[in-house]
């Protein structure tokens, strides 16, 4: 079922890529992939059910509860369950996922080089997980990379208003993303790459930062907004492990591309550059904590949708034929999709039984 799975998916990737190019209405598009990412979140996800019950929760109490609830969840979702909460939950979040991939689509069209490449990048992993699972993240992402477009433009104001905004609206876990005015060049990448193996070398001698953290913890008011759900996650700590044989790969294969690039990236794509590689310094520094080492690290290592077109351009200087080139960049995307929803999880032994009662 798994093997199922992977090619209809990769089969909806391709035909939304195809369909994408054939500049059909952008309205029809954005519906096209909302829906599809609106029944997996509703039924598929690992976090459908949870959804679906918050969605209900929230849209049977009074707006007057609203501030006391964003304790808890973040206002736009609270805010907006009750304000469609004459929908079924399956049409709430197929227009959630319409709005989340009509925001990043317009980035990816004004950022990236090779928007289609991006595309495909994007489909491979960050649309099922994001649009299909973590969709308060997924939305919250998607406004706050503006703010990120709006740094590499030297606006940091606005990125601060920006990346504010989205966490607090949508996710408070993108708070983290104000540390971004500090890692926007070639050196601070250089500083995260030494930082990677120092705290790599802390792992290998038994050193961890988790209990500073709950120290820190024990010293915040939970009754502040997004510190509640911080020392949830401190307290389902589970030990993870700070690198994998295909993270180790795609780590080197970032620092090809960058040491390749370096000289050629625009500034975005040199901030894109930045967040990818905090995404592994998340990895090893929060090994102690899979929960907060996944989702820190899954918010910057969306930047790699920005530079895997630097991929194809690689393989295109190497082999000097396009469709040799999109051939292993797509080859290279569907590994990526296959260890990503199949061995790490992210389709369970619990959806595939889903998917095959559905099917027969």
Same mark, same amino acid.
């Given at each position: 079922?798994?093997? &199922?799975?992977?090619?209809?998916?990769?089969?909806?990737?391709?035909?939304?890529?195809?369909?994408?190019?054939?500049?059909?209405?952008?309205?029809?598009?954005? &519906?096209?992939?909302?829906?599809?990412?609106?029944?997996?979140?509703?039924?598929?996800?690992?976090?459908?059910?949870?959804?679906?019950?918050?969605?209900?929760?929230?849209?049977?109490?009074?707006?007057?509860?609203?501030?006391?609830?964003?304790? /808890?969840?973040?206002?736009?979702?609270?805010?907006?369950?009750?304000?469609?909460?004459?929908?079924?939950?399956?049409?709430?979040?197929?227009?959630?996922?319409?709005?989340?991939?009509?925001?990043?689509?317009?980035?990816?069209?004004?950022?990236?080089?090779?928007?289609?490449?991006?595309?495909?990048?994007?489909?491979?992993?960050?649309?099922?997980?994001? @649009?299909?699972?973590?969709?308060?993240?997924?939305? /919250?992402?998607?406004?706050?990379?503006?703010?990120?477009?709006?740094?590499? $433009? @030297?606006?940091?104001?606005?990125?601060?208003?920006?990346?504010?905004?989205?966490?607090?609206?949508?996710?408070?876990?993108?708070?983290?993303?104000?540390?971004?005015?500090?890692?926007?060049?070639?050196?601070?990448?250089?500083?995260?790459?030494?930082?990677?193996?120092?705290?790599? /070398?802390?792992?290998?001698?038994?050193?961890?930062?988790? *209990?500073?953290?709950?120290?820190?913890? /024990?010293?915040? @008011?939970?009754?502040?907004?997004?510190?509640?759900?911080?020392?949830?996650?401190?307290?389902?700590?589970?030990?993870?492990?700070?690198?994998?044989?295909?993270?180790?790969?795609?780590?080197?294969?970032?620092?090809?591309?960058?040491?390749?690039? !370096? $000289?050629?990236?625009?500034?975005?794509?040199?901030?894109?550059?930045?967040?990818?590689?905090?995404?592994?310094?998340?990895?090893?520094?929060?090994?102690?904590?899979?929960?907060?080492?996944?989702?820190?690290?899954?918010?910057?290592?969306?930047?790699?949708?920005?530079?895997?077109?630097?991929?194809?351009?690689?393989?295109? *200087?190497?082999?000097?034929?396009? !469709?040799?080139?999109?051939?292993?960049?797509?080859?290279?995307?569907?590994?990526?999709?296959?260890?990503?929803?199949?061995?790490?999880?992210?389709?369970?032994?619990?959806?595939?039984?889903?998917?095959? *009662?559905?099917?027969?």
């Amino acid at each position: 079922m798994a093997i &199922i799975v992977t090619f209809f998916s990769g089969f909806y990737m391709a035909l939304m890529a195809w369909v994408y190019e054939k500049k059909i209405n952008t309205y029809l598009f954005y &519906i096209l992939v909302g829906v599809f990412a609106g029944v997996f979140s509703t039924y598929f996800s690992h976090d459908s059910l949870a959804y679906q019950k918050l969605f209900l929760g929230y849209s049977t109490t009074p707006f007057s509860h609203t501030f006391h609830e964003i304790t /808890g969840h973040e206002f736009f979702f609270v805010f907006s369950s009750k304000v469609f909460s004459f929908l079924p939950a399956l049409v709430f979040f197929c227009l959630y996922a319409v709005v989340s991939f009509a925001v990043k689509l317009t980035l990816i069209e004004k950022a990236s080089r090779y928007p289609l490449l991006s595309l495909l990048c994007y489909f491979a992993f960050f649309f099922l997980y994001m @649009d299909g699972t973590v969709v308060r993240l997924s939305l /919250g992402i998607a406004v706050a990379y503006w703010g990120v477009y709006l740094l590499s $433009k @030297d606006n940091v104001i606005a990125f601060l208003v920006v990346v504010v905004f989205s966490s607090v609206f949508f996710h408070y876990s993108l708070m983290v993303l104000l540390i971004m005015p500090f890692f926007r060049s070639h050196l601070s990448i250089i500083f995260t790459l030494v930082m990677t193996l120092f705290f790599l /070398g802390l792992y290998f001698i038994g050193f961890g930062v988790l *209990d500073f953290l709950f120290f820190l913890a /024990g010293h915040m @008011d939970p009754s502040y907004i997004g510190v509640n759900k911080f020392i949830s996650y401190l307290n389902n700590s589970n030990l993870s492990q700070p690198y994998s044989i295909f993270f180790s790969l795609l780590f080197l294969v970032s620092c090809v591309g960058y040491f390749l690039y !370096r $000289k050629e990236l625009s500034v975005f794509e040199l901030i894109a550059f930045n967040m990818l590689f905090l995404s592994f310094l998340f990895l090893v520094v929060l090994y102690q904590s899979q929960v907060l080492q996944t989702r820190f690290s899954e918010i910057f290592r969306y930047s790699l949708i920005f530079i895997a077109p630097l991929a194809y351009c690689t393989l295109m *200087d190497f082999f000097k034929k396009p !469709r040799l080139a999109m051939l292993i960049y797509c080859s290279l995307l569907s590994v990526y999709f296959f260890y990503c929803y199949y061995f790490q999880g992210i389709i369970s032994e619990n959806n595939l039984s889903l998917l095959h *009662d559905l099917f027969t």
